[in-house]
């Protein structure tokens, strides 16, 4: 008879917890009973899978990321629900793949939807069993009411409604093509820049470039269903954001502590996203130096992201409550490959057959990364910790999901599913807490325009579907769309690079097209929604002071 490790711990919401290792004997639902953990999610944006050192030693950068990775469980082969921003974040809250939320591309600056309401979110569900909750970070699912994410379960939302390269800054950082500031000075406007018709052209360009905006809704709901009111700073200072979160953090931590609630903390941060920007202090603290002598930027960008997981940790570790907490660090999709320098690293998922040469059989090259379904783009870090449940310096070949934070969130808080909806992903607590390695058999990664059109089966990558990155790679060599009947085929488990497709037996064929063709039919039959892209004008901006060019808030 096995000896199993066991640890009662006292809630702070006054239940019990049963503690053991992934050699314990305990049923999992028996450890689990009557705890709610909180929970810490923690996604950075456009970050590669090689970004982490604990997973591609070449990086070296992630000091803290290393070391967590080191006393928490890694799945290497885990990954997002798509490859670009709205989509992946969609399909993360929602467990639902693109073809049932609708949401198949970004929304833009000026969208007036979002993520479909009638779409139900973790942070909804969260809710109704008494966690307290709160964004702070990148929303990019729709800055109107209803779609704000302080209607959408979040007791509280600190951040930026979209990406930081959709407007201006006074400081812009680092991007190619370089960023221009946000105009100043003079004061521009609206009412001045309308007095010449001339001007109107630059009016409705400038409305491309609003300054980045900085909410703080620290109640559910604008006031009178303005959020433009509780914008606080237009445009926001890049080089203080990750202090501004930090400090939100641990704030929204110790009131949900003190009112005695388990809570869930989603951020989603604007890092690793272009433009780099970041504090004083991690001014040339890259080790690595830049392939283009210069510093390395991307490298001390890094460097803060780190900091603020590890500011996380500490925080944590400082209340006592590691034990009660499941931390994940993960990513929204892979690098933005055009970037050059300024982008992630992709470790070993080069996409070397869309690279080749049309003469060589080949793709005919691009980018190989973010917004393609080659591995790179959709292929991300995980890494999940909870001392006591899930063993350190572990890690399990599960094939995993965002589409699984949904299901393994419901199973840990005790909230059901919605019945009325199919779901895509699977509970992943025994993975986490019982050292099983059962994943996904099948995975199906939306393309572009939001089709299934590249399947996941075991050690199989099969493509209907193959094309670049939509602006091309670093240096612009650009291939194209291709559709494969039979799909071409990769054999993960000894091609990472996605280099040679083989010819795998006719029921490995038979067993794709038939996991696609009942995806697809479920997704028909049961309730699937439409998101709204229409953009709107000048009033649908995400503004401060709408007199303003810009919208800079002023005083
Ligand atoms: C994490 O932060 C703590 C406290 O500031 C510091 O002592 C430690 O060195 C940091 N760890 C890493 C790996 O950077
Ligand atoms: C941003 O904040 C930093 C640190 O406080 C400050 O040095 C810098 O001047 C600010 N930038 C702008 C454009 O205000
Ligand atoms: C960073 O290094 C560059 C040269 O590599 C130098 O010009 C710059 O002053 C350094 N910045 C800081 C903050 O040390
Ligand atoms: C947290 O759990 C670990 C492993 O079960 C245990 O060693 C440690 O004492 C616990 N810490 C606290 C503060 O309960
Ligand atoms: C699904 O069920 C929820 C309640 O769980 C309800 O609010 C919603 O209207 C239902 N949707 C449909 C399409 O039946
Ligand atoms: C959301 O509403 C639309 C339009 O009423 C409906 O077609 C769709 O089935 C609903 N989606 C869900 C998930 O209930």
């Not at 920007?277 to 991307?298: C, E, H, R």
């Not at 660090?329 to 055009?338: M, R, V």
């Not at 993960?492 to 010819?503: G, N, Q, Y």
Request: hydrophobic share 35%; glycine share 8%.
């Amino acid at each position: 008879m096995m000896m199993a490790m066991i640890f009662f711990i006292t809630l702070l919401n006054f239940k019990l917890i049963l503690l053991c290792f992934a050699s314990c004997t305990i049923p999992l639902s028996e450890r689990l009973a009557d705890s709610r953990p909180n929970i810490v999610l923690i996604m950075a944006d456009d970050m590669g899978w090689g970004d982490v050192g604990a997973n591609w030693p070449n990086t070296r950068d992630t000091p803290f990321l290393d070391y967590l990775a080191s006393i928490s469980m890694r799945l290497p082969d885990y990954h997002s629900g798509a490859s670009v921003c709205s989509v992946s974040r969609a399909a993360l809250l929602t467990g639902r793949l693109t073809p049932r939320t609708g949401v198949w591309q970004n929304f833009a600056s000026t969208a007036l939807g979002g993520l479909p309401t009638n779409e139900t979110i973790i942070s909804e569900l969260l809710k109704t069993v008494g966690y307290a909750t709160a964004i702070h970070g990148k929303w990019h699912l729709g800055h109107q009411p209803p779609f704000h994410p302080s209607y959408r379960g979040f007791d509280e939302y600190v951040g930026i409604p979209y990406s930081i390269d959709m407007g201006c800054t006074d400081n812009p950082g680092f991007n190619y093509p370089p960023v221009k500031a946000c105009p100043k000075d003079p004061p521009l406007f609206f009412e001045q820049k309308h007095e010449h018709a001339d001007d109107v052209k630059n009016v409705i360009e400038a409305d491309l470039t609003v300054g980045i905006p900085l909410y703080q809704c620290l109640t559910p709901h604008c006031p009178d269903n303005n959020c433009n009111k509780e914008i606080i700073e237009q445009p926001v200072n890049l080089s203080t954001l990750t202090q501004s979160y930090i400090d939100n953090d641990r704030r929204f931590i110790r009131r949900s502590i003190e009112a005695n609630k388990p809570f869930f903390l989603y951020l989603p941060l604007s890092h690793m996203h272009v433009p780099h920007d970041y504090a004083q202090q991690f001014k040339n603290t890259s080790i690595l130096p830049s392939i283009y002598g210069v510093p390395n930027i991307y490298g001390d960008t890094l460097r803060e992201l780190d900091y603020h997981v590890n500011q996380t940790y500490q925080l944590l570790q400082n209340l006592g409550i590691l034990n009660q907490t499941l931390l994940i660090f993960t990513s929204d999709n892979g690098p933005w490959s055009s970037k050059c320098d300024l982008a992630g690293n992709q470790g070993p998922f080069t996409g070397i057959w869309q690279q080749l040469p049309f003469s060589s059989g080949g793709g005919g090259g691009g980018g190989t990364a973010k917004f393609t379904t080659w591995e790179a783009g959709h292929r991300i870090p995980f890494i999940a910790h909870w001392p006591g449940m899930i063993k350190g310096g572990t890690i399990s070949n599960a094939i995993g999901s965002h589409l699984d934070l949904m299901p393994t969130i419901a199973y840990l808080a005790g909230f059901t599913l919605p019945l009325n909806r199919s779901f895509d992903g699977i509970d992943l607590s025994p993975v986490l807490f019982d050292g099983s390695n059962q994943g996904h058999e099948y995975l199906f990664h939306p393309d572009m325009l939001g089709h299934l059109s590249a399947v996941r089966y075991n050690q199989y990558k099969a493509y209907y579907t193959t094309y670049p990155a939509i602006d091309g790679a670093c240096g612009g060599k650009e291939g194209m769309i291709m559709h494969h009947k039979p799909p071409l085929i990769f054999d993960l488990s000894r091609d990472l690079a996605e280099s040679t497709p083989i010819i795998v037996s006719q029921s490995v064929y038979d067993a794709i097209d038939q996991a696609l063709h009942e995806k697809l039919n479920d997704i028909a039959s049961t309730p699937h929604t439409q998101a709204d892209y229409r953009i709107g004008g000048l009033d649908a901006r995400a503004c401060c002071d709408a007199g303003h060019i810009v919208c800079r808030c002023t005083d």
